[in-house]
């Protein structure tokens, strides 16, 4: 499905005329690429909290840090083009009378290394994070609310004009990414192209994990934690695996997700996006990878159809579904046809079990004889 994806949307965007009511537009191509890159999120999401019972409500950090990484390599690429003309400094920098480049700006001239940043620093957060809290044995919904206390203290820091991010405003205004014109239609689906790419190898990267050995303690984890450390297992070092291996995810979301929408600021690290995202997941299904995809393409699709005549309203439209989805569909919608599919077609042995045995032949016999007479 991804690779039709990446297939259609390109050929119907740069090949067919506009004026064809089946061509999809330059702007749809960049909503649709936002959509995936919800859609990372929410895998990576999934990962450690349908498969590890890890629920977090600070996700929205991770995004954000990779796309700040991701948004720093390009507004250095603005060069002498900026407002003020200044070939070194941003033009924050220089309405906020810099003088010189800060040392974590350094290196974000390459693409290598901003691509690095987008990585390690996520995932050097979640592992610093994650070692304190898994090895204090902060569970349940305690670790929920210090991951929300995360992320917004990110919040009120990046907000401050003096960390060197922009402050309120972020950071905008974004001319090209490798060369190559940031607004051109052509850049639009090479974008959208890699973040399907991301999104495909995400999957794999958690398909790989939760069907494989560690999977299975994983999912021990999450049913018994104490039983799975009774037993031996140091439940610290596989929740910390997968929650920075998650982190690293969001952080790569967050990098493709910027260049799309051209813009990053704190709003990014609100907590209330981490918790949407929680809803996406919860809505798709928890603990099946695809239906966290799925949530995060229908919610998102449904959010940008509904906030076009009632945007105000949203939130309430929002809670709507997560209520509906708790009553409804505990297991969310992929759950729910799962478990459709399964009880249209009892087991094997629940079918022997209900079909009547065959009579002796001694039993037949005798049957046939009364029958006679």
């Known amino acids: 499905m991804l690779l ?23 702007f749809m191509v960049g909503l649709l690429g936002k959509y995936i890159c919800y859609a990372l999120l929410a895998l990576a999401l999934d990962l450690v909290w349908g498969y590890c019972g890890i629920l977090s409500l600070g996700h929205g950090a991770f ?49 290598g290394f901003a691509m690095l940043m987008v990585v390690l620093v996520p995932g050097l957060l979640a592992f610093v994070f994650g070692s304190l809290a898994f090895r204090s044995r902060v569970t349940g919904v305690y670790f929920s609310i210090i991951t929300q206390a995360m992320t917004f203290a990110f919040l009120l820091a990046f907000f ?50 939760v069907t494989s050995k560690l999977g299975k303690v994983l999912i021990a984890v999450r049913d018994a934690e104490n039983r799975t450390r009774f037993l031996g297992y140091r439940v610290e070092r596989y929740k910390l695996f997968v929650w920075v291996v998650s982190a690293c995810l969001a952080g790569i979301a967050g990098a493709l997700y910027v260049p799309q929408v051209g ?6 690290f609100a907590p209330a996006s981490s918790i949407e995202a929680v809803i996406w997941v919860a809505i798709g299904g928890r603990g099946t990878l695809v239906g966290a995809i799925l949530g995060a393409l229908l919610v998102n699709g449904f959010k940008s159809w509904f906030t076009g005549f009632l945007p105000e309203l949203w939130l309430f439209a929002l ?13 969310g919608i992929l759950g729910a046809l799962r478990y459709r599919r399964a009880k249209g077609a009892p087991p094997p042995d629940e079918a022997d079990a209900i079909a009547p045995e065959p009579p002796a032949e001694d039993e037949q016999q005798a049957q046939l004889e009364r029958a006679g007479a």
């Open 4 to 26: 039709a994806a990446a297939i259609i949307v390109p050929f119907f965007n740069l090949v067919v005329p506009a004026s064809w009511p089946i061509h999809i537009s330059t």
């Open 63 to 111: 995004f954000a840090l990779g796309g700040y990484a991701m948004g720093m390599y390009l507004m250095r690429m603005i060069g002498p083009r900026g407002v003020y003309g200044d070939p070194i400094l941003p033009d924050f920098m220089v309405f906020l009378n810099w003088r010189e480049l800060p040392w974590y700006w350094h290196g974000f001239d390459h693409f």
């Open 160 to 209: 401050r004009n003096d960390m060197g991010f922009g402050g309120n405003n972020g950071l905008t205004d974004f001319k090209e990414i490798l060369g190559l014109d940031i607004q051109k239609e052509t850049t639009r689906n090479i974008l959208f192209v890699a973040s399907l790419a991301a999104l495909a190898g995400g999957y794999a990267i958690c398909r790989a994990i």
């Open 263 to 268: 813009i990053i600021n704190p709003s990014e």
């Open 319 to 331: 809670g709507g579904l997560f209520i509906f989805s708790t009553l409804f569909l505990p297991q």
